[in-house]
């Protein structure tokens, strides 16, 4: 485990204990709403009875969803805390989930072709290395299989929602691959709620929820040329790409919502391994019938 990975581990472990909104499981799904977290862009092919691989997906959301879509789930995360919100998940809905703690630039823990499908969570930008992790997609990615991916949207990453200067947002930093953003504020506000078993015990209640201030996980850009062009060089064919999400152009100047009017801040990536490099396809994934079916907090 390297600095970044040694840091970052450590943000991830507070900012689960102290209940940052990707740390609360869901416990409430139904189908629809399982496929709907999953899904939103109506890209996958049906999951059931197939092997899923929640990259750097750790928190008990996708896991329980694809759980309940009938996939055999695997999630893969640097966080302790947050394996164990999946394992809390998974018994809340009497589902198996497999919990592997890991780096996803190191995925040696599973063999070539392991996976039909691998949903990678808004993480990629935790890490200074995208290649190396699309490397590994590939490798445990089997032929045909789908992969998706959020994070930054490289235009708008490194910008900060609280800096309205002049009728605009500030860009900081220069558009370098892997170069690290800061922030001038480095801390990640969580809107915590009170008396939830995700909320260290010590912490002071107000009202229902509570402000938390809590120093955040390093972050690096990732260039647009290099997530589009580092997937299809690895054998890998756009389903399709989408900016998310909109904000309020209403609403007050310097806030979260009216940031993402002005600067869509995720972008989405679908994507099937159709070959490899310096190899062809191993046959097309066939698909069975349909299912019946920000840095804030």
Not at 193 to 199: A, E, K, R
Not at 260 to 272: E, N, Q
Request: glycine share 10%; with cysteine; aromatic share 10%.
């Amino acid at each position: 485990m390297d600095d970044v990975a040694r840091f970052n581990k450590d943000r991830w472990e507070e900012l689960a204990r102290k209940g940052v909104m990707y740390s609360r499981p869901k416990l409430h799904f139904d189908e629809r709403l399982a496929r709907r977290t999953v899904d939103p862009e109506g890209k996958m092919d049906d999951p059931a009875g197939r092997d899923v691989l929640c990259l750097a997906g750790g928190g008990g959301q996708q896991s329980a969803a694809f759980a309940l879509l009938g996939a055999n789930v695997t999630v893969l995360d640097l966080c302790d805390v947050q394996l164990e919100r999946d394992r809390e998940a998974a018994e809340h809905y009497g589902l198996e989930v497999r919990t592997v703690q890991g780096d996803m630039r190191d995925l040696s823990c599973f063999g070539p072709d392991s996976f039909d499908l691998i949903h990678h969570a808004h993480s990629l930008n935790f890490v200074p290395q995208a290649d190396r992790v699309f490397d590994e997609v590939v490798r445990v990615l089997r032929a045909g299989g789908q992969y998706r991916m959020s994070c930054w949207n490289p235009l708008a990453h490194g910008a900060c929602e609280t800096i309205w200067h002049e009728g605009g947002y500030l860009l900081r930093g220069p558009y370098e691959e892997g170069r690290e953003v800061h922030y001038a504020d480095p801390f990640w506000e969580l809107d915590a709620p009170t008396g939830s078993t995700f909320v260290d015990p010590g912490d002071p209640p107000c009202g229902e929820r509570q402000k938390i201030r809590v120093l955040g996980p390093r972050e690096f850009r990732h260039t647009l040329e290099t997530v589009v062009n580092g997937l299809i060089e690895r054998g890998l064919s756009l389903l399709g790409l989408w900016e998310q999400d909109e904000g309020d152009p209403s609403a007050e100047p310097g806030t979260w919502d009216h940031f993402k009017s002005y600067a869509l801040p995720w972008l989405t990536v679908w994507a099937r391994l159709t070959g490899r490099p310096g190899t062809s396809a191993r046959g097309p994934y066939r698909r069975v019938g349909a299912s019946p079916l920000r840095r804030s907090s």
